[in-house]
């Protein structure tokens, strides 16, 4: 004799999965759009890797500490994280290799044309999952991606290109760059769901965050020079930026990824910028929200709410 679901007990852990994705997103965006409101002011007074590197070494202290105080609740249970190959290489995408590439591509174009390119994150995310990982093609996972996608590449066309003058040359160096950057994110995103699916998040990040800062810091040794002329004053707030608001996002994304999929992940952090163009305005006043920009923030949430919705992992019958 079989026993059919408990379908009440499956629709209350849905809907409070539901609630904890929520939360991630509310928190992801708002700690997002605060570091980089306070990110974009403090790297201009230090070389971009270095603070990448002060900032990582936070988050990483950070986490480490978090790490510390569940050890009681993990220490009795057995994971099977990455193997050590698998986790040089997400440390490679995820980190090392997405904050390089993105320093390099600013060199030659402005910020707001590497956030039009990154903005095919999503894409290449659906993409590489169909092609790659067996992920299903879902018209409504398609309409999520391409909302999400072209209402941040039509909001970064907004932004204009800070009155930059590029050579044709430049721009599709900063732009490969950048093309690069996004391809290695993506397939971040899809390599951690498969190879970190049993890993605690706050166990395995030191694991990613350790060998990038070593690598950034190789890199900036060569491009950057000496990090001794950083004043206390900035070290002292990348510190406290990579401390308070960026550890927290390193383990609700990756955290994310394991709930809700690495597409609509990745479809949170290119909301970033409108996220935090939203913060910015609110706290600066300079400009007031137009009706096109909440056209594009609607645009961009409904993508987000196709994604979170269409993209949960189905419940087990028995």
């Given at each position: 004799m079989t026993s059919k679901p408990d379908m009440h007990f499956e629709t209350q852990k849905t809907g409070s999965q539901g609630v904890k994705v929520l939360l991630l997103l509310v928190g992801i965006m708002a700690l997002y759009a605060a570091s980089w409101v306070w990110s974009g002011q403090v790297l201009t007074e230090a070389p971009p890797l270095w603070a990448v590197v002060i900032r990582l070494s936070a988050s990483l202290a950070v986490i480490l500490l978090v790490n510390h105080f569940n050890r009681s609740d993990t220490a009795s249970e057995t994971h099977d994280g990455p193997t050590l190959p698998q986790t040089l290489v997400l440390s490679a995408l995820g980190f090392a290799g997405f904050f390089c590439f993105t320093y390099f591509a600013l060199q030659s174009i402005p910020p707001s044309l590497l956030v039009l390119v990154l903005s095919g994150i999503p894409i290449l995310t659906f993409l590489q999952g169909a092609l790659f990982f067996g992920a299903p093609l879902a018209a409504l996972s398609i309409a999520g991606t391409v909302l999400i996608a072209g209402a941040t590449a039509l909001f970064a066309m907004r932004l204009g290109v800070d009155g930059t003058t590029m050579t044709a040359n430049d721009s599709l160096i900063g732009i490969g760059y950048g093309v690069l950057a996004a391809i290695g994110?993506?397939?971040?995103?899809?390599?951690?769901?498969?190879?970190?699916?049993?890993?605690?998040?706050?166990?395995?990040?030191?694991?990613?965050?350790?060998?990038?800062i070593i690598g950034i810091v190789m890199i900036a040794l060569v491009f950057e020079g000496s990090p001794l002329n950083i004043s206390v004053r900035t070290i002292l707030e990348l510190i406290v930026i990579g401390a308070i608001l960026a550890a927290p996002v390193y383990m609700m994304y990756n955290t994310l990824i394991l709930i809700s999929g690495p597409l609509a992940a990745s479809s949170i952090s290119v909301c970033a910028p409108i996220s935090t163009f939203l913060l910015d305005t609110l706290v600066s006043e300079q400009r007031g929200l137009t009706m096109i920009d909440f056209a594009l923030v609607l645009a961009a949430s409904v993508g987000v709410v196709l994604l979170v919705l269409f993209n949960q992992p189905k419940a087990k019958t028995s």
């Open positions: 994110y993506s397939f971040y995103g899809l390599l951690y769901k498969k190879w970190a699916v049993s890993a605690p998040v706050v166990r395995l990040l030191p694991r990613l965050i350790a060998p990038s």
